[in-house]
């Protein structure tokens, strides 16, 4: 793994979301609770809706735009809805955000 800082945890609202510009594409961080940040596409697969603009509740994010839901942890579409996000490595150290470049480089550009 190649460990990026990519900014402070207090960055981020709780229960909240900001979006880190990659060379290949947006990746969504969703602060899923005081001391957790996960790290995950930016982009609904369904419409394309921006994630980061949806509701994040528990470790799940629901689509802004036609309220898919998707688990954070393994990307998967939860209930009726099939379809899945890509989720990344993502380590807090003294509270600063490093996210696995190796793994966000692998993805292909959106």
């Known amino acids: 793994m190649s460990w990026i800082d990519i900014g402070h945890i ?3 609202p709780l229960h909240g979301a900001r979006v880190v510009k990659t060379p290949v594409g947006c990746v ?3 602060r899923t609770g005081e001391a957790e940040v ?3 596409d930016d982009r609904c697969p369904h419409k394309g809706g921006p994630l980061s603009e949806g509701i994040v509740h528990g470790q799940s994010v629901t689509c802004p735009l036609h309220n898919w839901v998707f688990d954070l942890n393994t990307g998967v579409a ?3 809805d099939a379809g899945r996000i890509e989720t990344y490595p993502l380590h807090i ?3 600063r955000l490093l996210i696995d470049g190796a793994a ?3 993805r292909s550009a959106a």
């Open 28 to 30: 969504a961080l969703f």
């Open 93 to 95: 150290k003294a509270g």
């Open 38 to 40: 996960l790290a995950a």
């Open 10 to 12: 207090s960055d981020i």
């Open 78 to 80: 939860q209930g009726a």
């Open 104 to 106: 966000v480089g692998k």
